[in-house]
């Protein structure tokens, strides 16, 4: 539902959604919250703030042709929560005014609909915030990352941290790995909904079971959790995604991958990084490129969607030709085909992480910025399908906040 008014000389826009709802004012300032009147994105002057539930806000902003990226801080964050909860009180207490001029008839019920979604808005504001990300904090774990396409998934947790941890250009999971057990889950994801309430809505592209490797756990030990996903969520329905490196993912079989399918499982994502082992080596990423191809191929035999994430920059200078050659090899034996998708990702250098001073301990020169786009071009140019294609898309790891 869209409503259109105007209040004194400004054009109103209100957007009313089953999972979330958003008010333009004058098409140069967009603000949306999630049902729950929990804010979720801001948008003025070409930039973009996006929160997430974790209280981490992510500002973009044009530069010189390109984005710009940063978590705000503590105070930064607060105004635009702040802002945003200011001008929700103000739409809140002026809709019932004589003053504003509808453009079409508008249902009693939809406006006092609108009129109650921007009172709960009104009542996030910074103080809130701080509240929400504490009660966030209890039932979470943190959440390293997500692909793109899953970024308002319901995420839920089966395991916590990396069974690995040894990438070195990795800094996403500091906790020890550690699997929930059947109760224990079943508490977590108890309380992941309640604290949510009606902002599960939000987060309608199904389940991402996480965290970093959850399918690496055994059978025994999925075959419960996936059977408490049936029972208690009702997000089950549109699809269970998660994460498995080549090593784990190649302990299961295509019978195994075509069962879990039968439980809900619809796509499974493989870091894949690089085909050449050298490389994976040099990175201390766990297994080989043949295990990678060998889970890959088993994932599609079982019926399920694969989701391949290479790392464009990766070995620098030093490992760039075996890198592409090998890499281009590798993806043309799994088998990707329309239904799967191939994820491009930018190696960023995090400072905290192992792989800058590796990378400088053996003389390892980065790209440049269009070394890196030529690196991909040239990939890409060499994948041969045997029928129609994945969907080839841009993995920025910087765009991610939950």
């Known amino acids: 539902m869209v409503l259109h008014a105007r209040h004194g000389a400004s054009s109103i826009i209100i957007s009313l959604t089953p999972h979330s709802f958003a008010l333009s004012v004058d098409d140069a ?16 002057d070409e930039v973009t703030w996006r929160r997430g539930l974790s209280g981490h806000v992510l500002e973009k902003r044009p530069d010189r042709g390109g984005r710009v990226r940063r978590t705000l801080a503590r105070a930064e964050a607060d105004e635009v929560v702040d802002d945003a909860a200011a001008l929700a009180s103000r739409m809140a207490a002026g809709m019932p ?14 406006a006092q609909e ?13 103080q809130a915030a701080h509240a929400d990300a504490r009660r966030f904090a209890v039932v979470y774990s943190p959440v390293g990352i997500l692909p793109p396409d899953q970024y308002l998934a319901l995420v839920v947790q089966a395991t916590e941290g ?17 699997a929930k057990s059947e109760d224990e889950f079943r508490r977590h994801l108890g309380g992941v909904l309640a604290y949510l309430g009606e902002s599960v809505r939000l987060r309608s592209r199904g389940i991402f079971l996480g965290a ?15 059977e408490v996903l049936l029972e208690e969520a009702d997000a089950v329905r549109r699809g269970v995604s998660a994460f498995v490196d080549g090593f784990s993912g190649a302990r299961k079989t295509d019978t195994d991958f075509r069962l879990l399918s039968h439980f809900g499982l619809r796509r499974v994502y493989v870091g894949l990084e690089s085909g050449h082992d050298p490389l994976l080596a ?6 080989d490129a043949a295990a990678a191809v060998e889970t890959v191929r088993a994932i599609k035999a079982g019926g399920v969607s694969a989701a391949v994430i290479v790392m464009t920059g990766l070995g620098g200078e030093t ?4 890198h592409v050659r090998d890499t281009v090899d590798v993806l043309n034996a799994m088998g990707l085909a329309a239904g799967d998708l191939l994820y491009f990702s930018d190696l960023v250098d995090v400072p905290q992480t192992a792989y800058p001073r590796l990378a400088a301990a053996e003389g390892v020169r980065p790209l440049t910025a269009e070394a890196r786009t030529a690196q991909r071009a040239a990939m890409r140019a060499r994948l041969r399908f045997a029928a129609a294609p994945p969907q080839i898309a841009t993995y920025d790891v910087r765009e991610f906040v939950y």
């Open 29 to 44: 300032h967009v603000v949306a919250w999630d049902r729950g009147g929990r804010l979720y994105s801001v948008w003025r």
């Open 97 to 110: 005014s004589p003053a504003w001029s509808w453009t079409s008839a508008v249902d009693a019920v939809v």
């Open 114 to 126: 609108a009129r109650a979604l921007f009172a709960l808005a009104a009542a996030f504001d910074a």
């Open 162 to 178: 990396c069974s690995f941890n040894t990438c070195t250009f990795c800094n996403l999971y500091h906790e020890k790995f550690r």
């Open 212 to 226: 970093a490797n959850a399918l690496a756990l055994p059978m025994a030990r999925l075959l419960p959790i996936f």
């Open 282 to 287: 040099f990175v201390r990423k766990p297994g």
């Open 319 to 322: 490992y760039a030709e075996g």
